[in-house]
């Protein structure tokens, strides 16, 4: 079953506790991108990495840290810096070919939704 | 400064009516826009891409249109059902040659079809 995977859906935090967001991808793609959604608001871009073991600061990045391992892998950690937590937050891929490059086509996973009590 | 402006910003017609979104943006230079549907709690899917040299696409009941002129992109929903009911996400991207500029994310149309 080709795609990406978020999880989990659902989340609920206490302040002050650091959560990892989990997206994995078999689409072999090389770049991965977090983003977070807030009701009536655009896509804000986290962090995005385009190669393993590499990774760079989105426009929103202060309170949130990631890890790219493996290819498939790129977990967002949502820390207690974090002040307003509670979002929708998207993960997303996309490949590298030439037809890719041009056209820019982001996959996206289902989501995984952040609740802080 | 580039933005990204959808309009209106919810939207309720009637199963089997028509409807057009539209989409204005500042981003310059362009490489190409893409219509995006999300339904509630779920990724947002692509539903077409336009690039600056196409006026028209359709995919299915849907059919894009821009003006590359004006800054100017439609989404036309025909016949619509209820599985319509979504959110429509405009997203422009900055052209950088031949890697790949950043996305501009418009705040979307909340589209709900009725009975």
């Known amino acids: 079953d080709g795609g990406i995977t978020q999880s989990p859906k659902y989340l609920f935090r206490k302040e002050g506790q650091n959560v990892t967001l989990s997206c994995e991808q078999n689409l072999n793609h090389d770049a991965m991108y977090w983003y977070r959604q807030d009701p009536g608001q655009g896509l804000r871009l986290i962090y995005y990495s385009q190669i393993v073991n590499d990774f760079q600061k989105g426009d929103i990045a202060e309170g949130y840290s990631v890890s790219r391992e493996k290819k498939e892998s790129f977990p967002l950690t949502v820390t207690s810096a974090q002040k307003n937590p509670t979002a929708f937050y998207l993960c997303a891929t996309q490949g590298w070919g030439r037809v890719e490059i041009r056209t820019g086509e982001l996959f996206f996973g289902e989501g995984s939704r952040l609740t802080v009590l | 400064k580039n933005q990204v402006e959808q309009s209106p910003q919810s939207l309720i017609i009637l199963e089997g009516k028509n409807c057009t979104l539209q989409c204005n943006y500042t981003v310059s230079p362009f490489s190409n826009l893409r219509w995006y549907k999300q339904d509630t709690g779920r990724g947002p899917v692509s539903l077409t891409i336009?690039?600056?040299?196409?006026n028209t696409k359709s995919n299915g009941r849907y059919t894009a249109t821009l003006d590359a002129d004006t800054k100017q992109s439609s989404l036309h929903i025909t016949a619509s059902q209820l599985s319509d009911s979504a959110s429509y996400i405009c997203?422009?991207?900055?052209?950088?040659?031949?890697?790949?500029?950043?996305?501009?994310f418009g705040r979307g149309t909340q589209l709900t079809v009725w009975p």
């Open positions: 997203v422009v991207r900055y052209d950088r040659g031949s890697t790949l500029g950043r996305l501009y």
């Open positions: 336009m690039t600056f040299s196409e």
